[in-house]
Nanobody, 125 residues
Framework: QVRMVASGGGSVQAGGSLKLSCVVSGGEIRGRSVAWFRQVSGKDRECVATDEGLGSSHIWYEDSLAGRSAISRDIAKNTLYLQLDDLKSEDTGIYYC?????????????????WGQGTQVTVSS
């Protein structure tokens, strides 16, 4: 059984940075589609970054985070990362890592089989 454990969230001032981590066990992330989602209270989870595991040309970012974030993975550690820079108050939310995409959409939460438990990011202005 695949298990994903997210960490790295916290409370920061606007303009600060955080690096979210997601340790995966029970399956290898090499070549797998992975993603990070954000959920704000009362709203559905929205995809903020995806990585198809096929190189940099197969990485996507949600418009508001493009240029301020970086999704990556460490194969040896079987760990996913999301670097968040120049954080803004609108980046506040619970961030979830996801993996093992099972349908064509790269950004639909319904298409991912396994999820981390979420890590809270709070940005104060």
């Amino acid at each position: 059984q695949v298990r994903m454990v997210a960490s790295g969230g916290g409370s920061v001032q606007a303009g600060g940075s955080l690096k979210l981590s997601c340790v995966v066990s029970g399956g290898e992330i090499r070549g797998r589609s992975v993603a990070w989602f954000r959920q704000v209270s009362g709203k559905d989870r929205e995809c903020v970054a995806t990585d198809e595991g096929l190189g940099s040309s197969h990485i996507w970012y949600e418009d508001s985070l493009a240029g301020r974030s970086a999704i990556s993975r460490d194969i040896a550690k079987n760990t996913l990362y999301l670097q968040l820079d120049d954080l803004k108050s609108e980046d506040t939310g619970i961030y979830y890592c996801a993996a093992w995409r099972r349908c064509p959409s790269r950004t639909s939460a319904d298409c991912f089989m396994y999820w981390g438990q979420g890590t809270q990011v709070t940005v104060s202005s």
